[in-house]
């Protein structure tokens, strides 16, 4: 999907994909394998950025798996996610990769189907007891859900709401700094939504916690599904309303005012904080 701005299609050309939740009974095709060791993904090696194995069988590499979940067809190529333990080494011609740097190395609809994965793996994983009483729980037929036959209590994938906003003060662009980010790079306020908050309620609260400083004029730009851990962000743009900058020395180090002839190192392309930004440079008049 490429989400530029509020008006903007998803892209006719990135590949169609087709939830499923019961696997093929009797599956005779290469299927794709995303498999995970922790927030690790097993990618081969000197092929194509971010190459996920197809293979007939899981079983072909050798490793014996955790967990299984059935994703559904990348244009009718069946997709599995599948879990490792934490000690499982990489076969041959193949790599574990941080999630967090292999997605500036994928291609925007790989990255989608990666998310999806591990955010399936992880639903999986922790929902094998009910969180009331303890008991085993069921995979749901017919549903990516897990059942308490117990008590009857439902789990489906969790998904926490977090948001975004690039905020704009006349020809400049607030750009802040979190402590874990690599060296020089710079991005834009988020957080995850409070319970009971909207998601603009939630965009002023970031931005006076976090930076010291009132927005005005917030408005809606998009959204993407983000794996860390399982957020859904939701993309904002706002203008400069009042105060001085403030890091909280916290979330965030540093922040500072940039106009496009001095920008840092930004986010990677496929990352709604950096589609946010060039938003901002076209608007700009910048050729991105």
Known sequence: MNIMTPTHRE????????????????RTEKALWFIFRGREILLKLHKN?????????FGELGLSGVR?????????????????????????GM??????????????GCFALVNKAVQI????????????????????????????????????????????VLIRKGHEVLLARSPNFP???????????????????????????EVGIEVKNIAYFGTQAWPFPNSLMIGFTAEYSSGD???????????QWFSVENLPDLPGKISISRKLIDHFLREEGLEI
């Open 121 to 164: 793996m992880e639903w999986d994983r922790t929902n094998q007891f009910c969180s009331r009483c303890g008991t085993k729980t069921l995979q749901k037929p017919g549903e990516r859900g897990k059942e308490c036959p117990a008590c009857g209590e439902l789990f489906y994938p969790r998904i926490s709401p977090a948001v975004i």
């Open 11 to 26: 892209n006719s050309t990135c590949p169609e994909f087709i939830v499923g939740i019961e696997p093929p009974l009797n």
């Open 183 to 209: 060296s020089g790079m710079y991005s834009l306020i988020a957080g995850f939504v409070e319970p009971g908050e909207s998601a603009e309620a939630a965009v002023s609260r970031e931005v006076k916690e």
């Open 245 to 255: 900058i403030r890091p909280d020395g916290f979330e965030i180090g540093d922040a």
């Open 95 to 108: 790599e574990f990769a941080d999630l967090r740097q292999a997605h500036s190395d994928m291609s925007e």
């Open 68 to 92: 299984e979940q059935y994703l559904g067809t990348l244009e009718e190529i069946h997709c599995y996610s599948v879990e490792l333990p934490e000690d499982t080494r990489a076969p041959e």
């Open 49 to 57: 950025p971010g190459a996920i194995p197809k293979l007939l069988d």
